[in-house]
């Protein structure tokens, strides 16, 4: 069976002398794992399209449980991610993010605009680096089904009594007084009025309107710090490229 998709490329492994294998994210599959056959040979017309960070539209050979790219050709690429170390370990991220929560052979739509979405904020500096992490984390768990509970503290309901406190496990939230008057367990973040009407934005508001936000860059950073924890406490499991990122972080301090 043959057929043409539309994805980004998330993950590519060499193979022998000339071939790789890559994850795609595509809009109708969800994650496809592809062979494709001398894609770093210099002269191969498969190889810009295939390689980490392109999307491209695909035209697929499927035999049994295997697939392979015979034709493909690049829509648009992110390669200039790469002059910037902080930006491309963002962006390896967001892949890996998308590794592990994204499914296989579903429809993924949402998932990969929001990826391409953030790929070309990041590239272009159109946002505060830390504002397109925290956003794109955060949506990509709403869209995974692992959505916060942002309407109010789930014990009296008011949203004003701050700082709330997001439970990071159950995903709901406590105001101060609540939080204050019983006993908790487990991890919660702390959220100010600032953090708190980000979060909102990012949770509930349409696609056309989700990037249409500033934060001051301490804000931001505080921000990629609570939506991060929340990521790791619902997924539970924490990412190598992340690892990387925040070691990025150190290297570039005064």
């Known amino acids: 069976m043959k057929f043409t998709t539309e994805g980004l490329i998330i993950k590519s492994t060499n193979i022998g002398e000339s071939d790789r294998v890559v994850v795609v994210l595509t809009k109708d599959r969800g994650l496809m794992s592809a062979f494709v056959s001398d894609a770093r040979k210099p002269k191969s017309k498969n190889s810009a399209a295939t390689a980490l960070l392109s999307y491209s539209s695909l035209t697929v050979t499927q035999s ?5 790219i015979t034709e493909s050709e690049v829509i648009e690429a992110f390669f200039d991610l790469s002059s910037d170390i902080m930006k491309l370990g963002l962006a390896q991220y967001i892949c890996e993010l998308c590794l592990g929560i994204v499914p296989y052979d579903d429809e ?17 500096d159109k946002k505060d680096l830390y504002a397109v992490k925290a956003l794109t984390e955060l949506r990509l768990m709403v869209i995974a089904g692992f959505m916060p509970d942002l309407v109010g503290c789930r014990e009296c309901g008011t949203d004003q009594d701050f700082p709330l406190f997001l439970d990071l496990t159950g995903g709901d939230m406590l105001c101060n007084t609540c939080k204050a008057n019983m006993e908790t367990h487990g991890a919660f ?22 990037y249409a936000f500033t934060l001051p860059p ?12 929340f990521v790791m406490s ?15 972080e150190v290297s570039r301090l005064p």
């Open 108 to 124: 993924s739509e949402d998932f990969l605009r929001l990826c391409l979405n953030s790929l070309h904020f990041i590239a272009k």
């Open 218 to 229: 301490e804000n931001a950073r505080y921000l990629s710090f609570v939506t991060e924890r």
């Open 64 to 68: 049994k449980d295997t697939n392979r």
């Open 234 to 248: 619902q997924t539970e499991r924490k990412y190598k490229t992340l690892e990387f990122f925040h070691s990025l």
């Open 189 to 210: 973040a702390e959220l100010d009025k600032t953090t708190f009407a980000a979060m909102r934005h990012i949770v509930y508001s349409d696609f056309e309107r989700l």
